[in-house]
């Protein structure tokens, strides 16, 4: 291994630990502000810091400030005809996004806190979600037009767009940090600093140990729960190879950083050097994952044993056996997946979803027998037994305090994330989208091509870089949704789900999987090319249902928030009928 190497190894590695610790205090604060919601209370907004106006202000123009700088900046270099035309296309639609994002703060703004000029009270009428519609329009027109601009002129018109992005962002910067208003300024960030308030709070409280405990495992179990969750990740790919030049020394040096490949052709050839955006390329790829995943047993098993805690050990037990009994599943519901990819290496499984259909339409039973072993392996609800408060307090952390405790529960985070990331890779293709290849966007139906884009091989890693990590966080919002959705089963429920109906089920889907796999093999070669054709098909119907959904979500969130609160239970019923509640001096 070359220092380079060596340097790009640790840089991947930061790159994962910090993604994974700062998405599970993200986690951690969506599951309060979830429980707030339902339970109609503050939540973590009440954490808050306050800024004086002025750093306040420079906070808000700095970001926009250094971005249009970057893009003036960008439009004042020399520029090779394809890289202007991408230069074109990309400039074009940051401009758009920047105009109808900016629009859409202006108008909170003037919403909130009320309309300053003209302007302002113009937008205050105006609904935010027709803001958002007119800004998809743009983006579509944009990139349509600036696909008609000839290459002879695209230097120039990149010119323009860049310099023309650079003033939007500098003006709309300005212009909102002009609307801070003088004095301390409230900073809550949606409550997220509430994470990072808990996180400094366990730093500093008391390291309990309770008196008759095996000091040396209760300080090892906490260590042991951690380490699994993050060197899990290691053999899962978080983007495609990169392809970087040579010098001429044959040697992969520093200087070959910058001999980045300009284009890559689907096979991805390099005379050069390959890097994997990937920490560990192993051969036993998933194996691995599941060996280590499976030592998170011994962090929980311990702890409750050596707490002195009869809750404690209860909690241990309950760890033990529910991920014992659920490893068998989750394990064997993939085993379809590795017979119909032929490899267990990660980076292969996403190069056959790119080239054929992701895994959740050719095992979709699959998806649905590894998420629920997944659930409880990670014991989260409803599978979070081991810690059922309500039986036995805490479980197997319930004598634990300060950051020990904060060992456990950002281990617990970390797994959700890591679990995310692993269903994205073997059912979601990973860091590809739809018609997504390594030399641009091929839009191919059968024998059929529909539309293609050319892009550089650096536009396209990013964009692989950026799916994966946007798939992640959007699986990781669905699995925190089920705590406040579904309630706990009873321990026998989860023993006998695991054993009794799960085990059979992915037994069934392996065999069943087999046999379909011979019969496709023996298929006549027009069956295997509309097979083909079916798995194009399904790559469409992900890009515009994709799209659809990102839409409708948005849409969603500016919707207008209407508050009313009700009661809905059985007392109400009864109150109803017998006349409705009266107010008391002390309600009123």
């Known amino acids: 291994m070359t220092l380079v190497e060596l340097v790009l190894a640790i840089v991947k590695i930061l790159i994962v630990v910090m993604f994974l610790l700062n998405m599970a205090a993200i986690a951690t ?84 806190g009320g309309p300053g000029n003209g302007f302002e009270e113009a937008l205050a009428r105006v609904d935010p979600r027709n803001v958002f519609y007119a800004g998809v329009v743009a983006h579509v027109l944009a990139f349509f037009v600036t696909q008609a601009v000839p290459v002879s002129a695209a230097p120039t018109a990149a010119r323009v767009v860049c310099i023309a992005l650079g003033a939007l962002l500098l003006v709309a910067g300005g212009y909102t940090a002009l609307r801070v208003p003088e004095g301390k300024v409230p900073l809550r960030l949606l409550g997220t600093l509430h994470a990072a308030a808990d996180a400094i709070k366990m730093i500093w409280k008391e390291d309990f140990i309770p008196k008759n405990a095996d000091r040396l495992l209760h300080s090892l179990a906490p260590l042991l729960a951690m380490f699994p969750a993050l060197v899990t990740f290691a053999v899962i790919p978080f983007g495609d190879k990169l392809c970087f030049g040579d010098n001429g020394d044959g040697v992969f040096g520093f200087s070959d950083l910058a001999l980045l490949k300009p284009t890559a052709d689907q096979a991805l050839t390099c005379s050069g050097h390959v890097v994997n955006l990937q920490i560990a390329d192993l051969n036993v790829g998933i194996l691995y994952l599941f060996a280590m995943a499976g030592t998170g047993i011994i962090g929980a098993a311990l702890a409750g044993w050596a707490s002195d805690n009869k809750f404690s050990l209860l909690g241990g037990l309950r760890a033990a056996s529910q991920m014992v009994s659920y490893e068998v599943a989750m394990g064997l519901s993939v085993v379809g997946l590795f017979m119909i990819y032929s490899s267990v290496r990660l980076g292969d499984m996403v190069q056959w979803q790119a080239e054929h259909a992701w895994g959740i339409f050719v095992q979709p039973v699959a998806f ?221």
């Open 368 to 588: 649905f027998l590894f998420l629920a072993a997944l659930a409880a392996e990670t014991k989260r609800i409803p599978f979070d037994q081991p810690e059922g408060e309500s039986e036995i307090v805490a479980g197997y952390f319930v004598e634990y305090s300060g950051m020990k405790f904060g060992m456990f529960m950002t281990g617990e985070y970390v797994e959700l994330i890591t679990s995310s990331a692993l269903l994205v890779t073997l059912f979601f293709g990973g860091y590809h989208l739809p018609f997504l290849d390594r030399d641009g966007i091929n839009v191919v139906i059968g024998d059929m091509t529909l539309f293609q884009y050319k892009m550089t091989h650096f536009a396209v890693s990013l964009t692989y870089v950026l799916a994966f990590f946007g798939k992640t966080i959007l699986m990781t919002w669905v699995q925190v949704f089920f705590r406040w959705t579904l309630p706990r089963f009873r321990y026998d429920q989860v023993m006998r789900l695991g054993w009794t109906k799960l085990l059979p089920l992915t037994l069934v889907n392996m065999m069943v999987t087999g046999v379909l796999l011979l019969a496709v093999d023996s298929a006549p070669a027009g069956l295997r090319d509309g097979l083909q054709v079916a798995a194009d098909i399904s790559q469409g119907i992900v890009a515009l249902g994709g799209f659809a959904a990102v839409v409708a979500l948005i849409a969603g969130l500016l919707e207008p928030v209407e508050r009313q609160q009700f009661l809905q239970s059985t007392s109400a019923r009864f109150a109803a009928a017998a006349g409705g509640t009266k107010a008391t001096p002390q309600q009123a």
């Open 29 to 112: 604060w969506a599951d309060r502000r979830q429980g707030a919601m339902v339970q109609d209370r503050v939540g973590p907004n009440r954490a808050v810091v306050y800024l004086p106006s002025l750093l306040v202000r420079g906070i808000v123009f700095l970001p926009p400030a250094a971005l249009g700088a970057l893009a003036i900046f960008t439009a004042t270099r020399p520029m090779s005809a394809t890289g202007a035309v991408e230069t074109l296309v990309i400039g074009a639609q940051f401009a758009v996004l920047a105009a109808w994002l900016h629009l859409l703060v202006f108008c909170a703004l003037a919403r909130r």
